[in-house]
Nanobody, 115 residues
């Protein structure tokens, strides 16, 4: 059974930092491109960051220079370090695993940026 379990969400003040983690099980982790997406209320789900199985990264325009994605293939985890958070970063953040046409999603973790 495939599981992607996100953790690390919560309430943070503007300008603060959070670190999200996604633990994967049931997949050959090293095969998969891993990503973080987010969905704010009333908005479409959007790409935040992606890291390929080879370690290449790409970021959504709104988070470039503030967020960093990394992966640990030995621990089957992908991490999103979020700095300089803004209220507009408030959303449910989802972990994503993709290999060819196979895609898995986690259930999400809520990040709220508010004073």
């Amino acid at each position: 059974q495939v599981q992607l379990v996100e953790s690390g969400g919560g309430l943070v003040q503007p300008g603060g930092s959070l670190r999200l983690s996604c633990a994967a099980s049931g997949i050959i982790f090293g095969r998969y491109d891993m990503g973080w997406y987010r969905q704010a209320p009333g908005e479409q789900r959007e790409l935040v960051a992606q890291i390929t199985r080879g370690g290449s990264t790409r970021y959504g325009d709104s988070v470039k220079g503030r967020f960093t994605i990394s992966r640990d293939n030995a621990k089957n985890t992908v991490t999103l370090q979020m700095n300089s958070l803004k209220p507009e970063d408030t959303a449910v953040y989802y972990c994503n695993a993709k290999w060819l046409s196979v895609i898995y999603w986690g259930k999400g973790t809520l990040v709220t940026v508010s004073s």
